[in-house]
């Protein structure tokens, strides 16, 4: 999977506010940073709320996972997102409906309905706080001053400026994030609404519906492809890697409570499952704007089609 065109799909301005979080506005320039290149910058610094997170869901799930089904399952999504070929450079669909995207979801899928199986979706969105720009912020610079944390991103090709632009994301739109797309699931008025007791947990609709708008982008892309642009398909490119990785981390988090290796401070899993959820849910709005939801201005030119009208 191919990451040249992320760049435009995240500014130069966001790239500037994520250093500003960091305390690094007047260090570092934007342009091409690795999360190598940020981490040599920063001060390291406790962070109590992350520990207390990620002691909370660890003493939760430690023996409830499979460490052998994680490792295999990961495996195949790991090996899934670095064959999947770039949409924009297939091009449109001629002959058909492709299934790249749904292959995809179909390697998470596994790994999806064993951490369900196991509680651990459950347990994430009762000890994860609800996301506010000052958590998400906290999280992102423990996760920016890890070294460990970015080595899952690298394991799907995020060893560039890719890892920064992800967590440049999650700072860009923490408020909104908050505002709209994420709500307790332990706050919604039962009482009131009957739909309520249908909700899912908020990481578990977070982690799904990552794997559900996998499943249908290929379809959608044939059904709409004379409206689709190379832009458009790039923008899909780059939302799909970026729900891909917020997935690994999610998966490598469970994984290391499975296998207890320790190779995750409390305070690093804490801000590895908090950014995980937050690419997930934050990319999933990205990409029902840039790609779904086609404006006229968005769309491809109109083509008309000489042989109909001559017939």
């Given at each position: 999977?191919?990451?040249?065109?992320?760049?435009?799909?995240?500014?130069?301005?966001?790239?500037?506010?994520?250093?500003?979080?960091?305390?690094?506005?007047?260090?570092?320039?934007?342009?091409?940073?690795?999360?190598?290149?940020?981490?040599?910058?920063?001060?390291?610094?406790?962070?109590?709320?992350?520990?207390?997170?990620?002691?909370?869901?660890?003493?939760?799930?430690?023996?409830?996972?499979?460490?052998?089904?994680?490792?295999?399952?990961?495996?195949?999504?790991?090996?899934?997102?670095?064959?999947?070929?770039?949409?924009?450079?297939?091009?449109?669909?001629?002959?058909?409906?492709?299934?790249?995207?749904?292959?995809?979801?179909?390697?998470?899928?596994?790994?999806?309905?064993?951490?369900?199986?196991?509680?651990?979706?459950?347990?994430?969105?009762?000890?994860?706080?609800?996301f506010g720009p000052q958590n998400l912020e906290s999280s992102v610079e423990a996760f920016a001053s890890?070294?460990?944390?970015?080595?899952?991103?690298?394991?799907?090709?995020?060893?560039?400026?890719?890892?920064?632009?992800?967590l440049a994301t999650v700072v860009a739109n923490a408020r909104e994030l908050a505002t709209y797309h994420?709500?307790?699931?332990?706050?919604?008025?039962?009482?009131?609404?009957?739909?309520?007791?249908?909700?899912?947990?908020?990481?578990?609709?977070?982690?799904?519906?990552?794997?559900?708008?996998?499943?249908?982008?290929?379809?959608?892309?044939?059904?709409?492809?004379?409206?689709?642009?190379?832009?458009?398909?790039?923008?899909?490119?780059?939302?799909?890697q970026t729900m891909a990785a917020g997935f690994q981390l999610m998966t490598e988090g469970a994984a290391?409570?499975?296998?207890?290796?320790?190779?995750?401070?409390?305070?690093?899993?804490?801000?590895?499952?908090?950014?995980?959820?937050?690419?997930?849910?934050?990319?999933?709005?990205?990409?029902?704007?840039?790609?779904?939801?086609?404006?006229?201005?968005?769309?491809?030119?109109?083509?008309?089609?000489?042989?109909?009208?001559?017939?």
């Amino acid at each position: 999977m191919r990451h040249e065109n992320h760049t435009q799909h995240v500014t130069d301005e966001e790239r500037r506010d994520f250093l500003k979080a960091l305390g690094l506005g007047g260090v570092l320039t934007a342009g091409g940073l690795t999360l190598g290149e940020v981490r040599e910058q920063m001060a390291t610094e406790s962070a109590t709320g992350l520990s207390t997170i990620g002691e909370a869901i660890r003493a939760d799930l430690t023996g409830t996972l499979e460490a052998e089904t994680l490792a295999t399952q990961q495996e195949t999504f790991v090996e899934a997102v670095n064959a999947l070929p770039a949409a924009a450079e297939l091009g449109l669909p001629e002959e058909g409906r492709r299934e790249q995207f749904a292959s995809l979801a179909g390697a998470g899928r596994p790994v999806y309905d064993h951490l369900g199986s196991a509680g651990f979706f459950e347990s994430t969105t009762q000890n994860l706080p609800a996301f506010g720009p000052q958590n998400l912020e906290s999280s992102v610079e423990a996760f920016a001053s890890s070294e460990a944390l970015a080595a899952p991103l690298e394991a799907v090709g995020f060893t560039g400026q890719e890892g920064v632009d992800m967590l440049a994301t999650v700072v860009a739109n923490a408020r909104e994030l908050a505002t709209y797309h994420w709500v307790a699931t332990d706050e919604l008025p039962r009482e009131r609404f009957e739909f309520s007791r249908h909700v899912p947990p908020m990481t578990k609709a977070a982690s799904g519906g990552v794997l559900l708008w996998m499943e249908n982008l290929d379809e959608h892309i044939w059904k709409k492809r004379v409206l689709l642009t190379g832009e458009i398909l790039e923008a899909a490119d780059w939302h799909v890697q970026t729900m891909a990785a917020g997935f690994q981390l999610m998966t490598e988090g469970a994984a290391a409570i499975a296998d207890e290796s320790g190779r995750f401070s409390n305070q690093e899993l804490g801000a590895l499952f908090s950014t995980a959820f937050a690419v997930q849910a934050i990319e999933q709005a990205h990409l029902a704007n840039d790609v779904y939801w086609i404006t006229e201005e968005m769309r491809a030119p109109r083509r008309t089609d000489l042989k109909t009208i001559t017939s």
